[in-house]
Structures are given as C-alpha cells and as structure tokens.
C-alpha cells in the first residue's frame, strides 16, 4: 500500500513538474511574440507611411514640397499647391510657445518637489500634478478656446478667435507633468551625499538646487524637455481647436495657423477621394511629423547618453 501511494504521488509530480517546465518555457516565447507585435506594428506604421509617401511625390515633386511657401491643398484645380513649410511653421510656432510656457514651469515644479517639499507634502503635490497628464487633450482644446483666448482677447483686442498663442500656452500647460516628473525623478537620483558635501561648503538650498543638482541630473533633465517638446509637436486636438485652419508662414502668435497634424485631422474629416493627391498628401505631412518626432527621439537618448552621470 505504502509503495502504491508512494507510486501515485511520485507520478503527480512528475505531472506537475513537467506542467511547470513546459509553462516556463512557454513564457519567453509569449514576451517574444509580444516585442514582435509592437516591431511589426512600427514597422508596418512606417512602410505604410513609406509607400503613400513615395506614391505622393510622383505626383508633386519633392523639392515643391520642402520648400514651398504656400499650402492649398483642399482648393480645387489650379488653385492647389503642396508648400509644406506653413504647416512646419505653424507646428514650430505652437512648440516654441509651448516650451516657453512648459519649460521654466515645469522645471521649477521639479525644483521644488524635489529639493524643498517635503515628504508628505511630495506625495501628494506629485499625483496632483501628474492628473493634468490624464485630461483628455480634447478638453485642453475647448478650455483655450472658451477660456484663455477670451481672457487673451481682453489684453489683445486685435487677436482673432483662433490664434497661436492660446493653443501654445495650452499645449505648455498639458506637458507640464511630463517634464516635471520626469525632471524630479532625474534630480532624486541624484546622491544625497553630493547635497551633503555642498551644504558642508557653506551653501545655501537654492545654491545646492542650482548648481549641484540640475547639472548632476542635466541628462535626465534635458531629455524630459526633448520628449516633452516632442508630445507638444505631436499633438492634435488642442491646435485643431484653437489654433484654427489657415496654413500661413508667420511667427506671429495672435493669428490664425495650422500645424501639421491639424492639417491631417482636416484633410481626414472632409470629403476626398481614395487614392486622390489630396488624399496622399496626408500621408506625406504624416511621413514629416513622424521624422521631427524620431529626430527628437534620437536626440533625447543621444543627451541621456553623453551627459548621463554613473554613480
């Protein structure tokens, strides 16, 4: 009997162990197949853009494309022309005044909650500020359209409706939390012996904060800005709200714009034809967007790298 039991219990764990073996080894196989999806989704994303791309400047030539002042791409006949560098200017306008907005803002925040809050008050500062992050950006877009443009207008009379410069204080305002918290992560990191050795010295907190801490934490710091900067060229429904429709090359932020994705948001929404030049030249503003966004990438990771401090 005991040599039976024996027997039987032997061959459940046998079962169980050969179960166990074959699900561990199942598991590399399934976080495999998921970096494969999240490869091939990006690469399929990029060979689609590729191909649309490459179908538009057989119709429009490239050259016409990057350095034409004028675009009118939804008029019809004679009247289009594919000038893509109003759509880039109006991007650019809307990220400069975001960043002017998000920058020393954000990076005060961080300042702050990292050097001066204390513990308590951190953790409950930090969520607060990182909720702004989960709003969605459809309601950043009616917030400066009903709120910041008639309060701008009381100061700026001539500003019309839609204008620049409310977009881009809301665009600043949205990517606050990204550069705050991650900026505060980069300066927490930091040693609390290097705060030590400064204080020892005869500085003060603000001397500490300044001249210690950002520059130790600058690799962490200026990428949050490049990828803070990178979400404001990225985004959509803010500018396409506020910022209006009339692609013109001007730096002056109380006129009307379009940026490339507000361009995209149109172009999709109106009445096109599949196939069409119109229709391609989504794609081609898409490919443009894509590559401001990768070169900002690109950039971050070549800060994080070359400032990056070991400790």
Same mark, same amino acid.
Not at 35 to 56: H, K, Q, R
Not at 79 to 86: A, D, E, S
């Given at each position: 009997?005991?040599?039976?039991?024996?027997?039987?219990?032997?061959?459940?764990?046998?079962?169980?162990?050969?179960?166990?073996?074959?699900?561990?080894?199942?598991?590399?196989?399934?976080?495999?197949?998921?970096?494969?999806?999240?490869?091939?989704?990006?690469?399929?994303?990029?060979?689609?853009?590729?191909?649309?791309?490459?179908?538009?400047?057989?119709?429009?030539?490239?050259?016409?494309?990057?350095?034409?002042?004028?675009?009118?791409?939804?008029?019809?006949?004679?009247?289009?022309?594919?000038?893509?560098?109003?759509?880039?200017?109006?991007?650019?306008?809307?990220?400069?005044?975001?960043?002017?907005?998000?920058?020393?803002?954000?990076?005060?925040?961080?300042?702050?909650?990292?050097?001066?809050?204390?513990?308590?008050?951190?953790?409950?500062?930090?969520?607060?500020?990182?909720?702004?992050?989960?709003?969605?950006?459809?309601?950043?877009?009616?917030?400066?359209?009903?709120?910041?443009?008639?309060?701008?207008?009381?100061?700026?009379?001539?500003?019309?409706?839609?204008?620049?410069?409310?977009?881009?204080?809301?665009?600043?305002?949205?990517?606050?939390?990204?550069?705050?918290?991650?900026?505060?992560?980069?300066?927490? !990191?930091?040693?609390?012996?290097?705060?030590?050795?400064? *204080? &020892?010295? =005869?500085? /003060?907190?603000?001397?500490?904060? +300044?001249?210690?801490?950002v520059p130790a934490a600058l690799s962490g710091i200026i990428a949050s800005f490049v990828l803070g900067?990178?979400?404001?060229?990225?985004?959509?429904?803010?500018?396409?709200?506020?910022?209006?429709?009339?692609?013109?090359?001007?730096?002056?932020?109380?006129?009307?714009?379009?940026?490339?994705?507000?361009?995209?948001?149109?172009?999709?929404?109106?009445?096109? !034809?599949?196939?069409?030049?119109?229709?391609?030249?989504? *794609? &081609?503003? =898409?490919? /443009?967007?894509?590559?401001?966004? +990768?070169?900002?990438?690109?950039?971050?990771?070549?800060?994080?790298?070359?400032?990056?401090?070991?400790?």
């Amino acid at each position: 009997m005991k040599s039976a039991a024996g027997s039987v219990g032997m061959n459940r764990f046998r079962k169980k162990r050969t179960w166990r073996n074959t699900w561990e080894g199942m598991i590399p196989k399934l976080l495999l197949l998921c970096a494969l999806i999240s490869i091939l989704t990006t690469l399929g994303i990029v060979f689609t853009l590729i191909v649309e791309t490459a179908s538009f400047f057989q119709d429009v030539p490239f050259v016409q494309f990057i350095t034409g002042t004028e675009w009118t791409a939804l008029f019809h006949g004679s009247q289009q022309q594919f000038g893509v560098l109003p759509l880039i200017t109006g991007t650019l306008l809307v990220t400069m005044g975001a960043a002017m907005v998000a920058i020393p803002i954000g990076l005060a925040s961080a300042i702050y909650l990292s050097e001066y809050a204390p513990d308590g008050l951190r953790r409950v500062l930090k969520p607060i500020l990182e909720i702004l992050a989960g709003i969605p950006t459809v309601v950043y877009g009616f917030f400066a359209f009903t709120f910041v443009t008639p309060l701008l207008r009381n100061f700026l009379p001539e500003m019309g409706v839609f204008n620049a410069l409310s977009a881009s204080i809301v665009v600043g305002i949205m990517i606050i939390p990204m550069i705050a918290s991650l900026s505060e992560d980069a300066m927490s !990191s930091v040693p609390r012996g290097i705060r030590e050795a400064a *204080y &020892a010295m =005869g500085s /003060t907190k603000l001397e500490v904060s +300044l001249k210690v801490v950002v520059p130790a934490a600058l690799s962490g710091i200026i990428a949050s800005f490049v990828l803070g900067l990178s979400r404001a060229i990225g985004e959509t429904m803010i500018v396409t709200l506020a910022a209006g429709a009339t692609p013109k090359m001007t730096f002056d932020p109380t006129e009307s714009i379009q940026t490339m994705t507000a361009y995209m948001v149109q172009a999709a929404m109106g009445d096109i !034809s599949f196939g069409s030049t119109v229709y391609k030249s989504i *794609y &081609a503003v =898409g490919m /443009t967007l894509f590559v401001f966004t +990768l070169v900002m990438n690109l950039l971050a990771q070549y800060i994080s790298r070359r400032f990056k401090e070991e400790y």
